[in-house]
């Protein structure tokens, strides 16, 4: 069975950092595109960032030059180091994988997800 689990989530105020991982089992991932997500109330979900096979990696514009996505040669870890936090980043974080090649920024592609993380951002 895959599962796919976050780490805890946590508050921070702006301008601050955290680290969000989630751990893959079940599977060899390394020939999986890993993503993060996330979704705000009254929002729809949203691709974050996202890494592929090869290591070529995604983001959304609004994180690029903020955000970090990376993950180990297996995929079955991976990380999304989030600085410069702004309170627009609040949301529920989902980690998820696309099995097979090409690149995973659509929900709608994604093959298996995390349950999410709550990561709140204070003004």
């Known amino acids: 069975q895959v599962q796919l689990v976050e780490s805890e989530g946590g508050s921070r105020e702006a301008g601050g950092s955290l680290r969000l991982s989630c751990a893959a089992s079940?599977?060899?991932?390394?020939?999986?595109?890993m993503a993060w997500f996330r979704q705000a109330p009254g929002k729809e979900r949203e691709g974050v960032a996202s890494i592929d096979h090869d290591g070529n990696t995604k983001y959304l514009d609004s994180v690029k030059g903020r955000f970090t996505i990376s993950r180990d040669n297996t995929g079955n870890h991976f990380y999304l180091q989030m600085d410069s936090l702004r309170p627009e980043d609040t949301a529920m974080y989902y980690c998820a994988a696309k099995n097979g090649g090409g690149s995973c920024d659509s929900s709608g592609s994604m093959d298996y997800w995390g349950k999410g993380t709550l990561v709140t951002i204070s003004s």
């Open positions: 079940g599977e060899h991932f390394s020939f999986f595109c």
